[in-house]
T-cell receptor, first 119, second 110 residues
Framework: GAVVSQHPSWVICKSGTSVKIECRSL??????MFWYRQFPKQSLMLMAT?????????EQGVEKDKFLINHASLTLSTLTVTSAHPEDSSFYIC???????????????FGNGTRLTVT | TQLLKQSPQFLSIQEGENLTVYCNSS?????LQWYRQEPGEGPVLLVT?????EVKKLKRLTFQFGDARKDSSLHITAAQPGDTGLYLC??????????FGKGTSLLVTP
């Protein structure tokens, strides 16, 4: 099945620094990738939709200058948390959907997530 | 944003019991997907339902999509400790992103 690889699995950084998270589709091309954020025992909240070769679309309330998304190729999207603060500590999960003639029926393939802790 | 409400939010049962998790919305979805997530990992797709009234079975799990395509249920028969996890429903429509419910956290004790 389709595999999405996310790196790193966990990261601890100091407040004020930036952290980059990579999301790769290993065996399929993903024109669209999604970045979610999940707090403990809560559901996934969509942060932004990453489109290859164009600017990402951010959900309401998500600061685009703080959460920089780059989707430079059909297999790689990156999320950079800039000037991280303790409140940015969370579980970040990326997902990708391959091409399908019926896009809304296509399941999302998820990475294993990145646990970010900002001290 | 089309909201999906899941119930119950938390469920703790003993091994061998049956349970049902519900996913409801006031909006119609073209498809609905169920995922299972374990701590520290990404969600894993269990099933996709697209037709109103559709019933799909996956071993001890039975999924149903409501006739009006606004709701769905997940029934687990003879639950096992390995079924423990967070169960998420997600609705898809004309857009690409899925809207997720808040999830049902299931704990099955031996």
């Amino acid at each position: 099945g389709a595999v999405v690889s996310q790196h790193p699995s966990w990261v601890i950084c100091k407040s004020g620094t930036s952290v980059k998270i990579e999301c790769r589709s290993l065996d399929f091309q993903a024109t669209t990738m999604f970045w979610y954020r999940q707090f403990p025992k809560q559901s996934l909240m969509l942060m932004a939709t990453s489109n290859e070769g164009s600017k990402a679309t951010y959900e309401q309330g998500v600061e685009k200058d703080k959460f920089l998304i780059n989707h430079a190729s059909l297999t790689l999207s990156t999320l950079t948390v800039t000037s991280a603060h303790p409140e940015d500590s969370s579980f970040y999960i990326c997902s990708a959907r391959g091409f399908d003639v019926v896009p809304y029926n296509s399941p999302l393939h998820f990475g294993n997530g990145t646990r970010l802790t900002v001290t | 944003t089309q909201l999906l409400k899941q119930s119950p939010q938390f469920l703790s049962i003993q091994e061998g019991e049956n349970l049902t998790v519900y996913c409801n919305s006031s909006s119609v979805f073209s498809s609905l997907q169920w995922y299972r997530q374990e701590p520290g990992e990404g969600p894993v797709l269990l099933v996709t339902v697209v037709t109103g009234g559709e019933v799909k079975k996956l071993k001890r799990l039975t999924f149903q999509f409501g006739d009006a395509r606004k709701d769905s249920s997940l029934h687990i028969t003879a639950a096992q400790p390995g079924d423990t996890g967070l169960y998420l429903c997600a609705g898809g429509n004309s857009g690409y992103a899925l809207n997720f419910g808040k999830g049902t956290s299931l704990l099955v004790t031996p």
